[in-house]
């Protein structure tokens, strides 16, 4: 059993309890993507933000996207550079800053995020079977209100 503050409120256990199995699951899932990515030429980094790309359906910038991913900058810039090299995204003007470039998935990244598909659902409906789907939305809801709140307020 963790050792809690005796100034922490119920509350705010069960949070560093949840927080814990949050970092404990993001590393089970970036292993995980690892190995489900082995084979298909990209890391487990790329899909993420080839996934990303494709599910914002809008140009943004690598400031935006790494917000949305809740990565540095620095570090999707790098990533971003590596894609356009490898020809999975292009870097296109923005009307609204010169400096800001947009980036696009090519033709080339569209298809790797499909073919990332047919590998990601197995493991998906695997994992998720046995569990209800409204349970499932309820964490959603949750961790995306923590996420917000964190954001905002520290």
């Known amino acids: 059993m963790p050792f809690y503050h005796d100034k922490k409120t119920p509350e705010s256990n069960a949070l560093t309890d949840l927080v814990r199995a949050v ?6 899932v970036q292993k995980s993507g690892t190995r489900l ?5 990209i890391t487990n980094a790329r899909w993420q933000a080839v996934s990303e790309l494709f599910a914002l359906e809008k140009r943004v910038t690598v400031s935006e996207l790494a917000r949305h991913m809740g990565l540095t900058r620095q570090a999707v810039q790098r990533l ?3 894609m356009v090299n490898d020809g999975l995204v292009e870097f296109a003007e923005n009307p609204g800053d010169a400096r800001a470039m947009h980036l696009l998935l090519t033709e080339a990244g569209r298809a790797t995020y499909h073919d990332s598909l047919e590998r990601e659902w197995q493991w998906a409906n695997a994992i998720a079977e046995g569990f209800d789907t409204e349970q499932i939305a309820r964490a959603v809801v949750l961790l995306e209100a923590l996420t917000q709140k964190i954001q905002t307020d520290y």
């Open 80 to 82: 971003a550079d590596e």
């Open 37 to 41: 990515m082995r084979g298909t030429g």
């Open 23 to 28: 970092i404990r699951m993001n590393a089970t």
